[in-house]
């Protein structure tokens, strides 16, 4: 009986529009606009594609409102006039990116002085994002007779509205062919030189860390489109010129040159770390980094590192002298000379060469000491864990490759692994830090924080002495150590590191997916880089009754990953603490 109630609902969009005299600002004060739109209400599309309602939407979006307007409502409307303009409507579209007046509208802003309102700026972005991806052709020759557009584009770089607009031209333009015509108009700009020249001491911090950060974003983009590509495709133009020597030495001459600064250091550093990315980032390029294989999706380019190499001895003195950075609290008190995100960086950059396994550049590491360096900081800063994991996967990466012949020509007396065990002391650091950490808890003190590191570290050299590519170079440097050493050495590995392996062993629930997913969070956090301050040691609940060794799990597999990246990350004693490392 549901028919004799007459529940067909009609639009008031609808009624509005049946009076003459409705506006544009009536229509948006409705609620449901944005869906009709979306819903090819027609009518409504017909009044929103008219040139006085289009220009007032393109001017909502371009102009700041009156300051005067209470602060929660002045960007409504540029908020719906942007959806609107980016509602993928092929009316909407078409009536943009056709009429070269509503063009030059939204080209004007970005002739304001800078700086830009960042919400109008990712209202603009948006929208021209949109239409570069709708309307392709179109936009790009209209952006193309615009001389000063990418000077325009990076005067506004400190806004990340502008960022994103310039990896749209990159990533988002089809077909293939057109595609190149923009990436070689970017290249003819010389799009990669001038975001060079913003990472430098005297630019503005925000500017020079868009700036690097729009130099990773091509650089990943650009490979990931290079492997997806047919072989006869031509080779991306802005890659080939971020990948050259001259470019790289042109990087590094603005961050060493004139008075150092942490932020042209960092946010130059980050755009090394990405030349020299082999595999995938994030957590699936740690499950490589971790997997025996050591198998790279990508060979970095010789031209990099030979230009690098020069640059090592100033990458040296940053881990010596450091910008200055001011004394912080943090949770196990006043640290007055923090490690400083500038020395984290090059240990960082240390970490991506050595694993390049570059002859040359593991001669000079060797010649500069730089891994006896990064070992005393490893130990001075006892809670850092970025410095930690940096200074583990340096280890990881001289243990796991052999030497070849060509490095041992190269490398004379200053072989890595000779370097590592008998220059920086490696046995005997661990050997004396352990005995100082159990002094100090024997005290009542905290356990130290580096202590899961300097586990996983004694348990690679242990493992590589019974197997390895190097086990025999090894195995000839352990016995070449002083006897009461080597016997320390040998009672440390039998006793204690067997008592603290057994130990660490990880509880996982019974439900595997939640112990994944449980060990995946714990994962992601601990090495978080925001992760800047110690935490002192937390309760955590018991998460199984059944416990369930790390060795007893599965030789494959992410839990197998997740299982050792916590034994390492966090350390849960007997009576149920984790302690993190």
Known sequence: MFWKFDLHTTSHIDQLLDREDVTLRELMEEDDVLQECKAQNRRLLLFLSQDHCMQELVSLITTEPPADLEERSRFKFPNIACELLTSDVSIINDKLGAEESLLEMLYNFLEQDPPLNPLLASFFSKTIGNLIARKTEQVITFLKKKEGFIGLVLKHIDASAMMDLLLRLISCVEPAPLRQEVLHWLNEEKLVQRLTELIHTGKDEERQSNASQTLCDIIRLSRDQANQMQENMEADPLLAVLESQESVAGLLKNMFEGERSEASIVNGTQVLLTLLETRRSGLEGLMDLYSQGYERSYTVNSSILNAIEPHLKDFQQILLDPPKVNAILTTVGVLEQPLGNARLHVARLVAALLQTNSPSICQELCSLSTINLLLDLFFKYSWNNFLHF????CVAAILNHPSSEESTRLHSVYLLHPQLFQNC?????????????????????????????????????????????????????????????????????????????????????????????????????????????????????RIAKQPISVSEQPANGIAQWYTAEISFKATINQSGDMALE
């Open 390 to 393: 940096q200074v583990e996967l």
């Open 425 to 541: 002391q490696l046995v005997q650091k661990i050997l004396d830090a352990w005995e100082e950490n159990d002094k100090i808890q024997a005290e009542g003190g905290t356990r130290r924080g580096n202590m899961g590191h300097l586990t996983r570290i004694s348990n690679m050299v242990v493992q590589n002495l019974e197997k390895g590519p190097v086990q025999a170079q090894i195995t000839d440097l352990i016995k070449e150590l002083p006897e009461d050493c080597r016997g320390r050495w040998e009672s440390f590995v039998d006793e204690t590191l067997r008592e603290t392996n057994r130990r660490n062993t990880v509880e996982l629930v019974r439900y595997p997916l939640v112990a994944l997913r449980f060990l995946c969070i714990n994962s992601l956090l601990l090495t978080s880089t925001y992760f800047l301050f110690p935490v002192k040691p937390r309760r955590v609940p």
